[in-house]
T-cell receptor
Framework: GAGVSQTPSNKVTEKGKYVELRCDPI?????LYWYRQSLGQGPEFLIY????????DSGLPNDRFFAVRPEGSVSTLKIQRTERGDSAVYLC?????????????FGPGTRLTVL | LAKTTQPISMDSYEGQEVNITCSHN???????ITWYQQFPSQGPRFIIQ???TKVTNEVASLFIPADRKSSTLSLPRVSLSDTAVYYC??????????FGTGTRLLVSP
């Protein structure tokens, strides 16, 4: 079946602009996670959804970052007033949650470049 | 969340067994040990997970001593395609994953 998909694969924007990054999780997966990864580093947690609600948003760096998952499926990560330091690969993952659904399935990521 | 320590890099040759050890001295009672693999320009991929003793699947084995303060990922007979970054994670696998910088494994012919 289809895995986690993310769009766009690449996004180039200018400092100060607003961007939206989309994640389509595996169908039926109730848990959805956002991470970001800088060059040479491991992924860094941003936010975790269980269904439609954010169960843990402790990784969001500041109030310029916001994520939604209105229908419990697709999620959008929104970044306002982008800064050059926001440049990174943004990864989305999903899992079936509960029971033995602990494996997180990652998408290919969106590479964001802020000029 | 328990902090992990693993080698920055390792080199091996095709056909050899590779063992990557991870230290996690402050592991909590409820924590699981999970390993992920990441290829360039791809998201991480789950390899194996365990709580104690030994776990084996079709791609790897995970050895965990009784005190659980370390773990060893064993990759049998590696191939060139096993060249990747390997991350050791400790914590609740249903919650956020906390990645370190991982171990860069280079497999040569």
């Amino acid at each position: 079946g289809a895995g986690v998909s993310q769009t766009p694969s690449n996004k180039v924007t200018e400092k100060g602009k607003y961007v939206e990054l989309r994640c389509d999780p595996i169908s039926g997966h109730t848990a959805l996670y956002w991470y970001r990864q800088s060059l040479g580093q491991g992924p860094e947690f941003l936010i975790y959804f269980q269904g439609t609600g954010a169960a843990d948003d402790s990784g969001l760096p500041n109030d310029r970052f916001f994520a939604v998952r209105p229908e419990g499926s697709v999620s959008t990560l929104k970044i306002q007033r982008t800064e050059r330091g926001d440049s990174a690969v943004y990864l989305c993952a999903s899992s079936s949650g509960g029971g033995r659904g602990y494996e997180q399935f990652f998408g290919p990521g969106t590479r964001l470049t802020v000029l | 969340l328990a902090k992990t320590t693993q080698p920055i890099s390792m080199d091996s040759y095709e056909g050899q067994e590779v063992n990557i050890t991870c230290s996690h001295n402050n592991i909590a009672t409820n924590d699981y040990i999970t390993w992920y693999q990441q290829f360039p320009s791809q998201g991480p991929r789950f390899i194996i997970q365990g709580y104690k003793t030994k776990v084996t699947n079709e791609v790897a084995s995970l050895f965990i001593p009784a005190d659980r303060k370390s773990s060893t990922l064993s990759l049998p007979r590696v191939s060139l395609s096993d060249t990747a970054v390997y991350y050791c994670l400790v914590g609740d696998p249903f919650q956020k994953l906390v990645f370190g910088t991982g171990t860069r494994l280079l497999v040569s012919p």
